[in-house]
């Protein structure tokens, strides 16, 4: 009996042993994968918009001011040498400007801003700063949505379009000059639905303006315009000095 003992003993070390390894490794892996769908949750939380937004911001660090973060990039040649320029949508992270709306809930009412900067053979230079130029994602658009801000560069040229949905558009165009960039065009439809009341069309550097008016009331039926040239008398402006977008009416 004491020979059976002495040998069972061993053997029974060896096994209380070996389950409490594999009851280990059973608890090491449950909690990484409790982990991972914590860490799952919280990502699931950020939109996709979010997840770029936090890419770009730490992509483009170095040019962004403090407590700023980018909101959204836009690609595209400005100065024609054919590499892509680089035009970023800020955003102010100050935590005085949230609000909380009855409906709405909290709101990050943080205004926007653009930096444009050159590519120069890889590496970008900042041309224009103007951290406040546009009001926040998050305004009241009364019984309708706030216009949209929707950047984006074509031929050579930097145009910041308002979409409003149903009720039409307006757009500025900006063209690159010396190390600011002039205001060279604006244009709006002012519409109802499908139907156009009137389309507004302004050339800064011929100082011509362009207005046609819908003179066919009907809706359904197909547009008939009267054209309206006139000289406007305007100072150029720059996208570096102009302090609040919505401020600018050309109609």
């Excluded at 608890?27 to 939109?47: D, H, I, Q, R, Y």
């Excluded at 040019?63 to 955003?91: C, E, M, R, S």
């Excluded at 809706?219 to 919505?246: C, G, H, R």
Aim: charged residues 25%.
């Amino acid at each position: 009996m004491k020979h059976s003992l002495a040998y069972s003993l061993p053997t029974l070390f060896k096994k209380i042993k070996q389950t409490m390894k594999k009851q280990f490794i059973q608890t090491s892996l449950m909690f990484a994968a409790m982990l991972g769908v914590s860490a799952n949750l919280c990502a699931e939380n950020l939109s996709v918009e979010d997840i770029q937004r936090q890419k770009a911001t730490s992509q483009y660090k170095v040019y962004l001011p403090a407590k700023y973060t980018v909101y959204k990039v836009v690609q595209g040649d400005l100065n024609k040498d054919g590499l892509k320029d680089v035009v970023l949508i800020v955003k102010g992270t100050d935590p005085k400007q949230w609000v909380t709306d009855e409906y709405r809930g909290k709101l990050d009412r943080n205004r926007r801003g653009v930096i444009v900067l050159l590519n120069t053979k890889g590496r970008y230079q900042k041309v224009v700063q103007n951290l406040s130029l546009f009001s926040s994602e998050n305004e009241d658009g009364g019984v309708y949505f706030a216009p949209e801000l929707v950047p984006s560069i074509e031929k050579g040229l930097l145009k910041l379009h308002y979409a409003h949905g149903r009720y039409g558009y307006w757009a500025y165009q900006f063209r690159l000059e010396g190390r600011d960039m002039r205001l060279i065009g604006y244009d709006s439809s002012d519409n109802f639905g499908p139907y156009v009341n009137s389309e507004t069309s302004v050339n800064f550097l011929t100082a011509k303006k362009l207005v046609r008016e819908n003179l066919n009331k009907d809706p359904d039926s197909d547009p008939k315009f009267k054209e309206t040239w006139s000289k406007v008398n305007v100072a150029p402006m720059y996208l570096s000095t102009i302090q609040d977008i919505d401020d600018l009416s050309f109609e």
